[in-house]
């Protein structure tokens, strides 16, 4: 018999009380991703071509550059927190599913990072010439 | 944290009989997991490509072509025919993937704001959402195709 009062056994063990806020940001990502991603397909079909000098010209305008940044936000933003859920249900001991989390905010974080400086570049003059 | 494996675990699959919703919320997580990772590195490629001038430009529009199921007139030997086929194979998967996770996020939307849980209802937009998912892939290559021919 253990020296433990009800209390003492459960604490700890409820929710983090943050799974309101992740699951309301995973539909908010969701909804913003939907719109720019259909922006995205709608603006490189209307392109006459779809060689370097053209998208590169394209993306460099604010009205493009702007938007194709917060689509990278909302898209990694969705996917990072989808692929954590998936990790948070499939995977049942706490060493590997520590691992995967970390690993998933770590890349998406990196691919973002990398997509955001690409748009950066090419809008800020860099690599449009 | 203690687990006793003898617990019951919920979704118990084995004994659960398949419908197309169950297919759908199980194709979600799939889709959503292959678009987050395949989908996602095509994504950043195409941007760091785009940043790094016309020649990585061009062999990422290479790549593209291969998933994109470009040359499929060109004389292949066997071992091109196999190639070709999977890497056309991990495109059209790709865009089918994008239309149907597509098409169940927003049907999760709808349920979210509590309608559509009606048996008959949710089964109907479950099988909706395959179906608009496989002609919205078939639309979407066939105006691919269309437009390289003319082009």
């Known amino acids: 018999m253990k020296m433990e009062t009800p209390l003492g056994r459960v604490r700890g063990l409820g929710s983090a009380k943050a799974g309101a806020h992740h699951w309301w940001l995973e539909r908010l990502t969701a909804v913003a991703t939907l719109v720019l991603l259909v922006w995205l397909v709608v603006s490189l079909v209307r392109m006459p071509d779809l060689d370097h000098r053209t998208v590169a010209e394209w993306l460099a305008s604010p009205l493009a550059a702007v938007p194709m940044l917060l689509l990278i936000i909302g898209m990694f933003w969705h996917l990072k927190m989808g692929l954590q859920v998936v990790v948070e249900d499939y995977v049942h001991s706490d060493g590997p599913k520590l691992a995967w989390i970390a690993l998933i905010n770590f890349l998406s974080l990196f691919g973002a990072g990398l997509a955001i400086f690409a748009v950066l570049k090419i809008a800020l003059g860099a690599g449009a010439g | ?151």
């Open chain 2, 1 to 151: 944290m203690h687990r006793n494996p003898s617990r019951p675990m919920s979704p118990h699959l084995t004994i659960f009989k398949w419908g197309p919703h169950m297919l759908v919320s199980i194709l979600h997580r799939v889709t959503g997991t292959g678009l987050a990772t395949l989908g996602a590195a095509l994504f950043v490629w195409w941007l760091v490509a785009l940043a790094s001038g016309p020649e990585a430009y061009a062999g990422f529009t290479a790549w593209l072509g291969a998933l994109g199921g470009a040359g499929f007139t060109v004389e292949k030997d066997a071992w091109e025919w196999i190639k070709y086929a999977f890497w056309a194979a991990i495109g059209i998967g790709l865009t089918w993937a994008l239309f149907q996770h597509m098409l169940s996020g927003i049907r999760h939307l709808v349920m979210d704001i509590g309608a559509g849980y009606e048996l008959r209802a949710n089964r109907l937009w479950a099988v909706m959402t395959l179906v608009g998912a496989l002609l919205l892939t078939v639309l979407a290559w066939g105006a691919m195709i269309l437009w390289r021919m003319a082009a």
